[in-house]
Each structure stands twice: as structure tokens, then as C-alpha cells.
């Protein structure tokens, strides 16, 4: 396949599942071993890995972008004035931040172990991620079920964003899904649909910075070609545009809709990871 048109393909499933609750981490850990890809080449390069986050953390930041310098106005507000008050913009700001430390403080001790554990070219890994799907797909329906729908995120308190946090740190094991942690959690803690989903938005911005600046830091040891770069920068902008796409389809589907769907999805994309392990895909 042509190098340009599986980078574009790669964006695609980056951008449409790293919002949508169905776990980027499965589809684009498998995707190569499904489609049949070299994953010693471009795909499986750092630099490709780090462009793909830094189109969803574009996606993220275009979309929330007047949510963002909201904030960051009355979060800078709050510091010089030395209280937050009852202004919901500012405590939202201080609850982001304080439910952005748990998975970075978590994903910085633990990268190095999932990664050895749970990422690999071999069925025992495959059939880990199809199990986190099944995992993840259970707490999802149950936590949409019987959550409440009553609070927004201005009833948001610190507890709650640091259970929500703590959650997005499960999002390190391939198939659990960062989105469908978080919105699980809001859920189960009585935020409705829509507000669980722009909560767990806004909250895998700094995260999904801060994994890019991680990662970046690294680039260096990386030589590409041009044409490769090309790949990227392809990969780099359909990351971006299908990123925008389900972040507005998602919230727009959750206004009326329940998250039963990604469930049955999820548990459909393991039963098919079974059955490719068991014929010696």
C-alpha cells in the first residue's frame, strides 16, 4: 500500500477513536497486524507516533479553543486575586489541573512496565487488549445505565475530578480507552452524557501535550525521508480533521443518545480479535 494513503488511514482511526470511546490504543495496535502492515517502518516510528498526538491535541484545542482562553483567563484571574470563590470557570481551571495529576504522575511511573506487559507483536497481548475492551465495555454500559443525569460540570467538586483522573490513568492499558475511562467515571459519578464527555475533552488537553512533549524529546534519534515526511504530515492533518469530526459528532450524540452502542462495538471488535487469534490470523 502506498505509503501516504496508510498514513492517511492511520490518522483516520487516530483521530475518529481517540475520542470515541472504542480505545485508540487497540485499533492502532492492531490495525497493522489486521491490515497486514510492515510495523518496522513508518508506522511504527516515534516521530509518526508523536505527530498522530499532536493532531488530536490540535483537534482538541480548535474545537475548545473559546473553552480554553476562558479558563486560562480565570485561572490566571483566581492566582492574582489568591481565591477562586464561586466563579465556575475558575474552579473548573483548578479541577482540571488537579485531575491532570494522577495520569501523569501514574503514566510516568508505570509506561515503561504496561509497555513491556502489553504491547507486542504476539497473540497474548492481542487477546489482553480484546479483554480491556470487554472490561471497559461492561463498566461503560453500567455506569450509563444506573448513573444519574443531574450534575453538570459546574457541580464538579475536587473529589470527583480526582476520581475522574485517577481513571484516565487506566487509559495505559491498550483496549481500556482514555475517553471511555473518563466518561465512564463522570457517569458513574452523576454527570450527564454530554457533560461527562466535555469534561473528559477538556481533560486529555494538557495530558495529550504533555505525551507529546514526552515523546518529542526523542525525535531526534529519528531520520526520515521525504516522502515520509509527507506521510506524516498527511497522517499529522487527517488526524486533525477526523479528530474535529468525532469530538462534534460524539457531543451531538450524547445529547440524545446513550453510550450502548460504543459497548456493543467494543465487545464486537474483541469477539473479532478472538476469533483472528484462534485461526492463527
Known amino acids: 500500500m502506498d505509503l501516504v494513503i496508510q498514513a492517511a488511514l492511520v490518522g483516520l482511526l487516530q483521530g475518529l477513536t481517540e475520542f470515541i470511546p ?6 492502532l495496535e492492531l490495525a497493522p497486524w489486521i491490515a497486514g502492515w510492515q510495523t518496522d517502518g513508518l508506522v511504527g516510528s516515534l516521530a509518526f507516533d508523536v505527530f498522530l498526538h499532536l493532531g488530536t491535541l490540535v483537534a482538541l484545542l480548535i474545537y475548545f479553543f473559546r473553552d480554553w482562553i476562558r479558563y486560562i483567563g480565570a485561572w490566571l484571574a483566581s492566582v492574582r486575586e489568591r481565591r477562586v470563590g464561586e466563579d465556575p470557570d475558575r474552579r473548573i481551571a483548578w479541577l482540571l489541573i488537579i485531575a491532570t495529576i494522577p ?3 501514574i503514566g510516568f511511573a508505570l509506561e515503561g512496565f504496561i509497555e513491556e506487559t502489553f504491547h507486542g507483536d504476539n497473540d497474548g497481548a492481542r487477546l489482553a487488549i480484546a479483554a480491556f475492551l470487554v472490561v471497559g465495555a461492561a463498566a461503560l454500559w453500567l455506569a450509563d445505565r444506573f448513573g444519574g443525569h443531574r450534575r453538570e460540570m459546574a457541580d464538579l467538586t475536587t473529589s470527583t475530578a480526582l476520581t475522574i483522573g485517577v481513571s484516565q490513568a487506566l487509559a495505559l492499558l491498550p483496549g481500556i480507552s482514555r475517553s471511555g475511562a473518563t466518561i465512564t467515571a463522570g457517569r458513574a459519578l452523576g454527570l450527564t452524557r454530554e457533560a461527562a464527555a466535555r ?3 477538556l481533560l486529555a488537553t494538557p495530558i495529550t501535550f504533555g505525551a507529546g512533549l ?3 524529546r526523542r525525535l531526534l534519534t529519528e531520520t526520515h525521508t521525504g516522502n515520509e515526511w509527507l506521510a506524516i504530515g498527511v497522517g499529522f492533518v ?3 480533521l477526523s479528530g474535529l469530526l468525532a469530538i462534534g459528532f460524539l ?3 450524547l445529547r440524545r443518545r446513550s ?3 460504543f459497548s456493543l462495538y467494543r ?6 480479535i478472538v476469533v483472528l487469534v484462534v485461526v492463527g490470523r
Open 238 to 240: 487527517v488526524a486533525v
Open 199 to 201: 469534561f473528559s475533552f
Open 251 to 253: 457531543l451531538a450524540w
Open 267 to 272: 465487545v464486537g471488535f474483541a469477539l473479532v
Open 259 to 261: 453510550l450502548t452502542i
Open 214 to 216: 514526552y515523546g518529542s
Open 103 to 105: 495520569a501523569a504522575s
Open 22 to 27: 472504542i480505545s485508540s490504543s487497540a485499533h
